[in-house]
């Protein structure tokens, strides 16, 4: 392992060649080895032309020789018989994917500007953390209050808008007002997203995913994480979603 400067100035790691001992690139890449390659085997076939050879010295330049050009051949070919196993594409990997790149690059797209809708409407409603409101279930018949303690602010994405692919995802983490026997603090609660945050597309309210929804009863000044409305963060949450850890998602062909 090395590391390099990035045009900022930054430290990064990468890689040194076990080979040539230069740095940014592998044994397997090494353009060096493959000069050496082609120099062992034109030596080894102008060895092999001379008369006065024992039987031992052919067989052992014959077996270096076929060794050398394998290794050339290998190298040469590096990648070229891969298989993406995000596009299933020949000739590249996954972390080298154009395809899993662009779909990247829109899912962040959207991330951004579905989160700098939900950040309006939750400095409307005063949603946030500290907010007292009732926890939502199945059926939508609790009177429980509850305050929130915590949003898990990576799985606010466009995926839970209302009438979104997730919806259902539970975010809001919130603590009953009231004690009991069992639980002195409060019990914990997790419950979806006000709708009043996540109907974007203003969808008639109907479904389940409505009643399960937190409602707000007593507003707070609402407060994001600092890279929640940022590239950085919305990219970062990007490169760790599921989405991306296995094959290409049918709706990105």
Known sequence: MAYTKDKNGNYKRTVRCGYCYEIGHNKSSCEAKKEMHKDNIANYEKLLQKDNLTELDRRHAERLLARHKNQLAKAINRGKHRRCSYCKEEGHTRRTCNHREADMKTFA????????????????TGFGIGSLGYRGDYYGQTDELTI?????????????????????QDIVVSR?????????????????????????NNSEQKNANVRMAFRVVSPVDPAV?????????????????????????????
């Open 176 to 200: 009953s007002i009231a004690p009991t026997q069992w639980h002195p603090n409060g019990k914990q609660y997790y419950s979806l997203l006000p709708t009043a945050v996540t109907n974007l």
């Open 148 to 168: 929130v303690e915590s949003i898990m602010w990576d799985r606010v994405t466009h995926e839970v808008v209302l009438d979104g692919t997730a919806p259902w």
């Open 225 to 253: 994480p600092d890279d929640f409305l940022t590239e950085e963060g919305v990219y970062r949450v990007t490169k760790e979603h599921a989405e991306f850890s296995g094959a290409r998602p049918y709706h990105y062909r």
């Open 109 to 124: 797209k959207k991330c951004l500007e579905a989160r700098e809708q939900f950040v309006e409407r939750m400095v409307a």
